[in-house]
């Protein structure tokens, strides 16, 4: 248990500010990237594909899907052999050089974004060059699944992990009626395990951000540590979901027969050395082994209880409130506070309540930072709002971009602390109102030993130049396990 003393806490209570709310909640509320492992045992060797230029149906989420991937999976000690906009000769070279590397002792990973579409039964990965007119041509003009899958076969390894992001819409259009949506249900052989973007016979979100809706979960659960590979798909399958509001449901068909984990835990530290009899008599007694501190940019690891106490300063009036965090409970893929709201695993906010009741929802998460966060990193988003009330629900477009700036000491009332500083924008826009728009900037600087914010300061103007607010929010006391 770490523990800060400050003042004793009250319930958090913030004023309703139009529009302030979804920026100014993760004033109380941060979220980190895990960091890599140590080195892995076996070889990891994964192909990642991303095919986005399609003529008639562009994906433009499909090659930075790939990238990502590329990103996390060598995080996790992968060699990645990659390809971006593949015509079916490239799909083919690219799957060979894979299996000519993929040894009997290894972990073969294959990763698709894409379009993908099934013909009597059998799934075909659509290259970019792809002409089909009828769906007996792409047997010769696609990929078929089941080559990656003898591919996989003939290693003889012990795991084998295949990715489809690929279950889009139909590509071709009014060209190629296809009898049927999606791709086909397809049983994992022995040591396998199948993932899918959305169930057997439905389509998938391309996303309206950075990455599709899927993949967007996927990179931000490969990297958590210590997670066995099926709590990594079920955090994603609930994590899509709830952001599709059940129209996109992940599926997995696994027949595995040995743990894997992507990320391996960070090790334990060494137990402190024996010490000598008259050494320690004279020295006292030994105080606990305590762990090595994490990165600042460790991901927060919430848990049942753990608490945060905040002073927020109004500067436009110079009042001063207190209120407090506290988590209740963490199910697979959220986590659930006091309050009502509701948060992922890192802290991205999916939900939020007023002190009057009324309820805030965000599409994608309310994604206050992106993985990894490394200083000079940054990233974009688009989030939708819906801010509820008992005669209306108000919708806001939100265009968000960050950047981790570097590390720094912030003095707080909880004591003097060292974070990671991170600055954000967010440009909202309401929905039907042209002029009801404006621009909320935050500094907030994070903390892997508190879990959250040790502090932030937020400006919220409107496009006429209305300050809506302008605070700052300071840790006072925080008692985490």
């Not at 309206?208 to 997670?227: A, D």
């Not at 090595?292 to 919430?302: E, I, K, R």
């Not at 602390?417 to 440009?427: D, T, Y």
């Amino acid at each position: 248990m770490v523990s800060k003393a400050g003042k004793g806490p009250i319930l958090y209570n913030p004023p309703v500010r139009p529009f302030a709310l979804a920026f100014a909640a993760f004033a109380c509320a941060a979220l980190a990237q895990p960091q890599a492992s140590g080195p892995v045992k076996s070889q990891r060797l994964a192909l990642v594909i991303g095919n986005a230029a399609y003529r008639d149906a562009p994906l433009p989420n499909a090659a930075n899907d790939a990238a990502d991937m590329t990103k996390a999976l060598e995080a996790s000690g992968f060699v990645v052999i990659r390809r971006d906009n593949a015509t079916l000769k490239d799909m083919h070279l690219a799957l060979r050089e894979f299996g000519d590397k993929l040894g009997r002792q290894a972990t073969g990973l294959v990763y698709f974004a894409g379009h993908g579409m099934q013909v009597r039964g059998r799934n075909y990965l659509v290259p970019v060059d792809a002409d089909i007119a009828r769906e007996d041509e792409a047997a010769f003009a696609a990929l078929d699944l089941g080559a990656v899958m003898d591919k996989l076969d003939s290693a003889k390894n012990p795991v084998n992990i295949v990715i489809l992001d690929a279950c889009r819409n139909n590509p071709f259009g009014d060209r190629l009626k296809l009898s049927a949506r999606g791709l086909a249900q397809v049983d994992a052989p022995s040591g396998t395990l199948i993932a899918f973007a959305t169930a057997p016979g439905s389509t998938a979100a391309d996303g309206s951000g950075r990455n599709g809706l899927y993949t967007q979960y996927l990179v931000r659960n490969i990297v958590r540590p210590g997670i066995p590979i099926e709590e990594v798909f079920k955090a994603v399958r609930v994590g899509v979901r709830t952001d599709s509001r059940g129209q996109q449901i992940p599926w997995e068909s696994t027949s595995l027969e040995s743990a894997f984990i992507f990320r391996g835990a960070a090790p334990k530290p060494a137990p402190a050395p024996p010490r000598d009899a008259a050494v320690q008599a004279k020295a006292g007694p030994v105080s606990a082994v305590r762990s090595a501190p994490l990165p600042l940019g460790s991901p927060p690891t919430f848990a049942p209880g753990d608490t945060w106490t905040y002073r927020t300063r109004n500067r436009l009036d110079n009042s001063e409130r207190q209120g407090t965090v506290r988590v209740k409970e963490v199910r697979a893929g959220i986590v659930i506070f006091e309050s009502g709201a509701v948060s992922d695993l890192t802290g991205n906010y999916i939900r939020t309540v007023r002190y009057d009741g009324r309820v805030d929802s965000y599409t994608p998460s309310l994604g206050t930072y992106a993985f990894p966060l490394n200083v000079g990193s940054g990233w974009n988003m688009d989030v939708e709002q819906r801010m509820g009330s008992a005669n209306e629900e108000r919708f806001f477009d939100v265009k968000v971009a960050g950047k981790v700036i570097g590390e720094e000491e912030v003095e707080t009332p909880a004591g003097r602390m060292r974070a990671l500083r991170i600055e954000r924008e967010a440009r909202w826009k309401r929905r039907g109102r042209a002029n009801d728009a404006g621009v909320t900037k935050s500094t907030y600087w994070y903390s892997s030993a508190v879990k959250r914010n040790v502090a932030t300061e937020t400006t919220n103007t409107t496009v006429e130049g209305k300050v809506l607010t302008n605070e700052r929010v300071e840790l006072v006391s925080y008692s985490v396990k």
